[in-house]
């Protein structure tokens, strides 16, 4: 058996905000969209354009507070064309949270305060 990744998911408290955060942050697109038919849950797949891996966005409508990330070591990381761009654009958004210059690597925050590595396309 050979098995091949499809999506990621991540837990979401602001479904409008955090699809807004990837569109502007990482410029990742609504590929479909399924609500529960009474209205529960909505999910929300984005992709990048370029490969079938996509996040899914799970938003609960009765979810009353954030979610406790604990000490959130997951994350999810992503290659860039011009990192330069990129940095400017999440320094602008002020949602860099860590920095390893040794690494050429930087992370950004999103919303909920998931973690997402962002390293140049031409990464060696």
Known sequence: M???FLHNNLNVFDLNKSVEFYQKALGLTEVRRKSAADGSFTLVFLGDGQTGHQLELTWIRDRKEPYNLGDNE????FSVPDKDEAYALHKQMGC???ENHD???YFIADPDGYWLEILAENRK
């Open 2 to 4: 050979k098995a091949k």
């Open 74 to 77: 997951i994350h999810l990381a």
């Open 96 to 98: 860099i949270c860590y």
């Open 103 to 105: 690494m050429d690597l």
